[in-house]
């Protein structure tokens, strides 16, 4: 069945520094591919997706990228702003319409 | 205001004492979900339906039942709870099948003393 990595599992970076965070995926079939954020005490929230018949999608600050041949994708973060600190996960779908989650990267943003 | 809600938002139990978690969309959603979240474990998957009626295990479903009678409801019990399923729980329901946008619940604090 599908896996997924997430790395890293935390990441510091000052206030308008870049951030990235990678997840790998195993099916090859796979082809949707959401990024949630989860602010302190909060629920998770959807930020971004991306489909398999693209290879980078951008929001504002925020874009992911999809490599199919190696099967990764990676959350790109611009600009770093305080309110961006918070855990995000990756995930990608299973055979059975279902989604997997990575273990989530708990970034912090230095004023 | 389309949502997810749950409740209780926090319980605090003794081991054995079954408790139900409830979990309501208001959104027409097929898809619905169970996930705990527990500290460098992520969010994994207890119990999921894609319909009425239809009910899947998840990825750590022991100790956990789910129903769906009707597409709005989707409640987890727990019929004899241990300090091993103190967690923080989200409910979560989609469009239909899980590659649409999932909305979460607020989230049940469980402590199981």
């Known amino acids: 069945?599908?896996?997924?990595?997430?790395?890293?599992?935390?990441?510091?970076?000052?206030?308008?520094?870049?951030?990235?965070?990678?997840?790998?995926?195993?099916?090859?079939?796979?082809?949707?591919?959401p990024w949630y954020k989860q602010e302190l005490g909060k629920r998770p929230q959807l930020i971004i997706d991306i489909r398999s018949n693209v290879g980078e999608k951008k929001d504002q600050r925020i874009a992911v990228t999809l490599n199919k041949t190696a099967k990764h994708f990676s959350l790109h973060i611009t600009e770093t702003?305080?309110?961006?600190?918070?855990?995000?996960?990756?995930?990608?779908?299973?055979?059975?319409?279902?989604l997997i989650f990575g273990k989530g990267t708990k970034l912090s943003v230095k004023p | 205001e389309a949502q997810v809600t749950q409740n209780p938002r926090y319980l605090i139990t003794v081991t054995g004492k079954k408790l139900?978690?409830?979990?309501?969309?208001?959104?027409?959603?097929?898809?619905m979900s169970w996930y705990r979240q527990d500290p460098g474990l992520g969010l994994r998957q207890i119990y999921y339906s894609m319909n009425?009626?239809?009910?899947?295990?998840?990825?750590?479903?022991?100790?956990?039942?789910?129903?769906?009678?009707?597409?709005r409801n989707f409640p987890l019990i727990l019929e004899s709870p241990s300090p091993n399923q103190t967690s923080l729980y989200f409910c979560a329901s989609s469009?239909?099948?899980?590659?649409?946008?999932?909305?979460?619940?607020?989230?049940?604090?469980?402590?199981?003393?």
């Open chain 1, 1 to 33: 069945g599908e896996n997924v990595e997430q790395h890293p599992s935390t990441l510091s970076v000052q206030e308008g520094d870049s951030a990235v965070i990678k997840c790998t995926y195993s099916d090859s079939a796979s082809n949707y591919f």
């Open chain 1, 81 to 98: 702003q305080p309110e961006d600190s918070a855990v995000y996960f990756c995930a990608a779908p299973r055979e059975e319409g279902n």
């Open chain 2, 20 to 31: 139900t978690v409830t979990c309501s969309q208001n959104m027409n959603h097929e898809y």
């Open chain 2, 52 to 71: 009425v009626e239809v009910t899947d295990k998840g990825d750590v479903p022991e100790g956990y039942k789910v129903s769906r009678k009707e597409k």
């Open chain 2, 95 to 113: 469009l239909w099948v899980a590659t649409n946008e999932q909305f979460f619940g607020p989230g049940t604090r469980l402590t199981v003393l």
